[in-house]
């Protein structure tokens, strides 16, 4: 199949007047412009296939595909000659009780950043989605080095804690999942292969997998104010216009749904749309990012409880480790192809990574000015989705609506 796409060259808008987007529009453009200097400002939108569009087309090599050992490089240098005090390190030297993946690979993560509220930043918890490692390898170089006054307003506003390989060893083996292994033995643990989904595994009842349980004590003694985690999903096309979609904004408990909105007084249910909604319109001035609504199976919006995102908007405590019940709000990026469909898209690397890039920006940008707080949540619904038949849970099966 060859996907066929034409993009307004304009951008889209939704229905509400942006009267706070105008008040601030010369910030904003001036932002445009410092966040876009890869890019072709105006650029028209492709009218036809196009190679540096996700595809089946020419499947996409997984040479680039960052391995851990080359994250590990990555990350020690940007250490070195960052300007702005990058701090690499990995979970054994923070000093935490389990601290490697399943497999021994040590588990990294790297700060920059001076404000007072922590911001989580998290990529590659399925081993086969890689572009979360680039996009926030490429974060945290321009964090670390780059003087505009954005990044200086984020730097200062927030201190950052970057996960670019949440699951080395589903990484080095491009799957999903990590396997339960025997470190002695060198083999999976109980000699059949177990492979647990590292985004379903914080549960109250504990872990299954070491990465977890390393990263969520990491996570108690960090106590973040933010969150954004980033995924890839197959190929889709967006609900009426049959346009392809290159970027899908999510939030891992529905809104509205059985489990957010009792939540903090419904204050998560409100926060978490509001930082979607606020993604959605500055993403809408990039001709090449065709953003929607993710979505389960078409139509099931998603409701997870043990997805790490989900366990830190409902205060996950395991074993006494976070017994102020701390929590916060978190959403997820799913970009468009995948590697175990072979449609990452012959050369859509660079757009793919740099759209997650942009998003993440431009919700940190957003949150520290006190734009996303502003927005009107119920904007959400405006997001083009398919009509939601029902939820789709990790809990209760799948929770038809209505
Ligand atoms: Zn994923």
């Given at each position: 199949m060859t996907p066929q796409h034409s993009h307004p060259a304009a951008p889209r808008t939704l229905s509400r007047p942006r009267t706070l987007s105008r008040l601030h529009g010369r910030r904003r453009v001036a932002a445009a412009v410092a966040l876009a200097v890869a890019l072709p400002l105006g650029a028209a939108a492709p009218a036809a296939a196009d190679a540096r569009f996700p595809s089946t087309e020419g499947s996409g090599s997984l040479a680039a595909v960052r391995t851990h050992d080359d994250v590990v490089q990555e990350l020690q240098k940007l250490e070195r000659t960052s300007r702005y005090g990058v701090e690499?390190?990995?979970?054994?030297?923070?000093?935490?009780?389990?601290?490697?993946?399943?497999?021994?690979?040590?588990?990294?993560?790297?700060?920059?950043g001076t404000g007072e509220e922590h911001v989580w930043l998290q990529g590659r918890i399925h081993g086969n989605e890689p572009y979360g490692t680039d996009a926030l390898l490429?974060?945290?170089?321009?964090?670390?080095?780059?003087?505009?006054?954005?990044?200086?307003?984020?730097?200062?506003?927030?201190?950052?804690?970057?996960?670019?390989?949440?699951?080395?060893?589903?990484?080095?083996?491009?799957i999903r999942h990590t396997v339960l292994w025997d470190q002695v033995a060198g083999a999976p643990e109980g000699g059949t292969p177990q492979r647990i989904d590292l985004n379903r595994d914080w549960t109250p009842t504990g872990f299954a997998a070491d990465e977890s349980l390393a990263f969520y004590e990491y996570w108690?003694?960090?106590?973040?104010?933010?969150?954004?985690?980033?995924?890839?999903?197959?190929?889709?096309?967006?609900?009426?216009?049959?346009?392809?979609?290159?970027?899908?904004?999510?939030?891992?408990?529905?809104?509205?749904?059985?489990?957010?909105?009792?939540?903090q007084d419904g204050a998560y249910d409100v926060l978490t749309r509001q930082m979607q909604v606020h993604v959605y319109d500055e993403l809408a001035r990039y001709g090449f990012i065709n953003t929607d609504r993710y979505q389960v199976g078409g139509s099931y919006e998603i409701d997870i409880r043990g997805g790490v995102v989900s366990a830190m908007m409902m205060g996950l405590d395991h074993a006494g480790m976070n017994p102020e019940g701390h929590s916060h709000p978190v959403v997820f990026f799913e970009t468009s192809?995948?590697?175990?469909?072979?449609?990452?898209?012959q050369k859509a690397r660079g757009r793919s990574v740099q759209q997650n890039v942009l998003a993440v920006k431009e919700l940190l940008l957003g949150l520290a000015t006190g734009e996303v707080q502003q927005e009107d949540p119920e904007r959400w619904a405006e997001i083009p989705h398919q009509p939601v038949t029902g939820y789709s849970t990790d809990w209760a099966g799948t929770i038809p609506v209505g």
């Open positions: 690499a390190f990995t979970l054994a030297e923070a000093g935490m009780q389990v601290s490697t993946s399943e497999q021994g690979r040590d588990l990294w993560v790297a700060t920059v490429t974060l945290l170089k321009d964090l670390g080095s780059n003087g505009s006054p954005e990044h200086e307003l984020l730097r200062s506003t927030f201190t950052f804690h970057v996960i670019p390989m949440y699951n080395p060893d589903g990484a080095e083996a491009n108690t003694t960090v106590d973040p104010a933010w969150g954004i985690d980033i995924h890839h999903q197959g190929l889709k096309q967006e609900a009426g216009t049959g346009d392809d979609v290159t970027l899908s904004l999510g939030i891992s408990l529905a809104p509205g749904g059985p489990t957010l909105p009792g939540l192809g995948n590697t175990s469909e072979g449609s990452l898209g």
